[in-house]
């Protein structure tokens, strides 16, 4: 019912920017969670960035201050601005949608890398 897909991962050198695009099939609600997570080769998924159903933002302590999640409801798109960007940075990253209990859809990701 609803469809997640991922643009605007790249290729970039450390300090560089790339802004993640996630464009929604259905409508945004307000009580809608969503945010974005990232998986490694060989590491274990890691949630990066969350908008709540209250509203609030939570980033994971190694993004903050480097990362800002945002909404625009009139395009029905999550976005995630990535300013200095570290090697380590380097990931597949997902958006996600979360409603209610059980509803839980995500899109195929969109590669980042970081060159050193």
């Known amino acids: 019912q609803v469809q997640l897909v991922e643009s605007g991962g790249g290729l970039v050198q450390a300090g560089g920017s790339l802004r993640l695009s996630c464009a929604v099939s259905?409508?945004?609600?307000?009580?809608?969670?969503m945010g974005w997570y990232r998986q490694a080769p060989g590491k274990q998924r890691e949630s990066v960035a969350t908008?709540?159903?209250?509203?609030?933002?939570n980033l994971a302590d190694s993004v903050k201050g480097r990362f800002i999640i945002s909404r625009d409801y009139a395009k029905n798109t999550l976005y995630l601005q990535m300013d200095s960007l570290k090697p380590e940075d380097t990931a597949v990253y997902y958006c996600?949608?979360?409603?209610?209990?059980?509803?839980?859809?995500w899109g195929q990701g969109t590669q980042v890398t970081v060159s050193s």
């Open positions: 259905g409508t945004i609600i307000s009580l809608d969670a």
């Open positions: 996600y949608l979360r409603r209610g209990v059980v509803s839980y859809w």
């Open positions: 908008f709540t159903s209250g509203g609030s933002t």
